[in-house]
Nanobody, 117 residues
Framework: QVQLVESGGDLVQPGGSLTLTCTSS????????MYWYRQTPGTQREEIAS???????KYEDSVKGRFIISRDNPKGTMYLQMNNLYPNDTARYYC???????????WGKGTLVAVSS
């Protein structure tokens, strides 16, 4: 079954760090541009970081300098290292894979990050 599974979400204090993992199954991972999104209740899903198959990265301004996106193509895995977390980073975090060329995107079901003292 083709799927993406996020893990690593947790409750963390402000200023703390957390690393999220997105693990793929049954895809040629290196053929996908990968994204991290986040969403809070009542809001639209927001793209926060992306990484191409050759590891070129982009970040949304609110996470730039604090979050690091990376990938391990042989392992079929993507990561989001989150540092200096703020309470407004609290959200469900999703990974998405967009295939090169044609094809439908793949979404995971998300992992919850809560930043609170």
């Amino acid at each position: 079954q083709v799927q993406l599974v996020e893990s690593g979400g947790d409750l963390v204090q402000p200023g703390g760090s957390l690393t999220l993992t997105c693990t793929s199954s049954r895809i040629i991972f290196s053929h996908y541009t990968m994204y991290w999104y986040r969403q809070t209740p009542g809001t639209q899903r927001e793209e926060i970081a992306s990484i191409t198959s050759s590891s070129n990265t982009k970040y949304e301004d609110s996470v730039k300098g604090r979050f690091i996106i990376s990938r391990d193509n042989p392992k079929g895995t993507m990561y989001l290292q989150m540092n200096n977390l703020y309470p407004n980073d609290t959200a469900r975090y999703y990974c998405e894979g967009m295939p090169l060329g044609t094809g439908l995107p793949i979404w995971g079901k998300g992992t919850l990050v809560a930043v609170s003292s």
